[in-house]
Nanobody
Framework: QVQLVESGGGLVQPGGSLRLSCAAS????????MAWYRQAPGKEREFVAR???????IYQDSMKGRFTISRDNAKSTVYLQMNSLKPDDTAVYYC??????WGKGTLVTVSS
């Protein structure tokens, strides 16, 4: 009954912005450390960012300054604000909980 549902992906031009959302249900959301991962075509899934129950964010070094993770416990939702997007950011972005749950992903395509 646990669900993590991502949304907000789509096609964006280089330099543009998107905000991804992950809505959780079936869990006590406020106690979960939430994270974003991504998987580009032909590549392994990689860590993007995480935020714990104390709202402390951690980022992969290459994402710092461009991506911001946040959460709204009242809405059981974690967000990923992505700015200055590059073609290399093209990937399926997945939501994850430290209790071992994954969303099905949302596709982000950065292209002119």
């Amino acid at each position: 009954q646990v669900q993590l549902v991502e949304s907000g992906g789509g096609l964006v031009q280089p330099g543009g912005s998107l905000r991804l959302s992950c809505a959780a249900s079936g869990i006590i959301f406020s106690s979960h450390t939430m994270a974003w991962y991504r998987q580009a075509p032909g590549k392994e899934r990689e860590f993007v960012a995480r935020i714990n129950s104390g709202y402390t964010p951690i980022y992969q070094d290459s994402m710092k300054g461009r991506f911001t993770i946040s959460r709204d416990n009242a809405k059981s939702t974690v967000y990923l604000q992505m700015n200055s997007l590059k073609p290399d950011d093209t990937a399926v972005y997945y939501c994850h909980s430290n209790y071992g749950y994954w969303g099905k992903g949302t596709l982000v395509t950065v292209s002119s």
